[in-house]
């Protein structure tokens, strides 16, 4: 029993990060209809940010957490307005390769940067090493946190796609484009923010995921994994994209317990082959019809 | 400029549009030919691997370019190709036998993959193709009994009919060249028959393929085969040709760079496959030639090849979006037309955000 909570926890832990890389795919994905696929290689970037900002500037944690997210925040913007800006309205397959370009950029400039480098790098959190107890059961701090800062995060981005303006106008520019701009939303601006909070999303996720598999130039690949998370809850929701993360880590982490060594590296993607099978379009997908 | 008079059906589906190719193609063939006798064995070597990539390029672009299915898994079915070739070479099964093993399981694997492709489109099936990849880049990994598992698979030689071709580099050209040509023919008249129209029109939109009585389903299913059959073809030839092979050769970085072959090719054009061919066997090469005149802090770096890669990638997609093949046809357009080349002439049409979504 103990065995299953604890199981059960760190893939929940797990599944929170790939929830969060998922769920920057899906904002882009619903504001510009494309797909980026550098989004786990920002998510690299912005944890070596972190990395700079905890270890060689020495900022406490939360500082560094909003360091590195809004230096990512910036980086996303600047990729928007510098790259995706000229190519709107392309295929999306120009995208998908534009950001698979932009991956392997990512990857190599990462190795250049003094102090980032090749070698991998460790991220002190104030959580590393903690561990509480409750009755039998012993919860690694990480976990706990990683768990806890997520819910905080879905939370805020909650209240600003609901509540505020720029967030209702975010929803209506993905509900549909060309009758945003009737409205007056500057559309083109909202694509832009949108890649910067995605971008920031993705550097939260780095920044939790540092402790777990440490910070490094490949660190980026974890977000081949998010991809299955992101198809699971159906590309174009937001909540089935954190669902979508949590069930794929659940069943990555029971795979690593109770099935045969191996299983575990491809459970996501055996998840995805099903849900693909029965429901193309994901757990919470809209259905989509294409109009000549 | 030329003009083509066309006065009769047949004159649409010729292999060269006009005489004017000739001479062209006469002088390519002969140059090719002559290359085993000059060039020192390692250009040689390279060639015989360009001739490999792009029987995969083309494999590549019957999917993706001609019939617009985005995959990212192609490093499968050479894989597929590869150790079908290798385990039954190593049983004694004769090498062309092997190779019609490697081509028949690589078509079925493709057929495998290809029915989610039925009910997915877009972003959905390039995730399905690169999940099924991962898949078996875990099944060569474990399989141990057929594969080696991550040690890996070996061949010692290639018998050809009886002839010793891994014995020199030129035979082994020869032979790739041959296969090439073979698959290149193969594909100009899958392209010009029925089946390859078909494959253009649910590339160019599917609902009005379908209702042109296209059967959607079986002719994507035929691209995946056709597809997946001449890269495990390529694979079984690769697998002679590196004479080791092992799992992580067959990873996602391998199916992006396939696509990425297709993509700076130019895609749509079976030149562009061999185009992309040449530039991706090249660049490394022509990368590690160029770090010896870089500054050391630069030419030292192992991230070079990876930015230099994607920067290359991005400067196509934003200034050439059809490829090495797109600038050919400009800069041919501009000596047949001169003086009356303008830049706007393939200019790409402005377009606005069209919604895949309906709302």
Known sequence: MTQVLQLTLSGIALGCVYGLIALGFVLIYKATETVNFAQGEIMMVGSFFGLTAGVTLGLPYWAVIIFAIVVTAVCGMLIELAILRPILGQPAFTVVMVTIGLGFIARGVVTMVPAWGTETHTLKTPFTGQVIRVGE???????????????????VLWVFFKRTKMGVAMQATSQNQLAAYYMGIPVRRINTLIWGIAAGVAAFAGILLAPITFVHSNMGFIGLKAFPAAVV?????????IVGGLVIGLVESFAGFYAPEGIKDIAAYIVVLIVLWVRPNGLFGEKLRKKV | MR?????????????????????????LAILLLLAPLVLPTYYLSQMTLICIYAIIAVGMMILTGFTGQVSLGHAAFLAVGAYTQGWLYNKGVPSVVAMGAAVALSAAVGVIIGVPALRVKGIYLTIATFSFAFIVEEVLARWESVTGGNSGLKVEDFYFFGIDIAASEQRFYLLALAFLVGVMLLAINLMRSPMGRAFVAIRDSEVSAQSMGIHLARYKTYAFAISAALTGFAGALYMHKIKFVSPEQFGILASIEFLMMVVIGGLGSLHGAIYGAIFMIALPQAISIAKDYLPAYIGQQTGLQPTVFGLILIGFILFEPLGIYGRWMKIKAYFELFPFYRNAMFKRQKTYMKSDRLK
């Open chain 1, 137 to 155: 059961l012993v919860l690694a701090g990480e976990q706990v946190a990683i768990i806890a800062m997520t819910a905080l995060l879905c939370g």
């Open chain 1, 233 to 241: 809850g159906g590309f174009g929701s937001v909540p089935g994209a």
């Open chain 2, 3 to 27: 003009f083509v008079f066309k006065t009769d059906y047949q004159q649409d589906i010729k292999l060269f549009k006009h005489p004017g190719y000739y001479p062209w193609y006469a002088a």
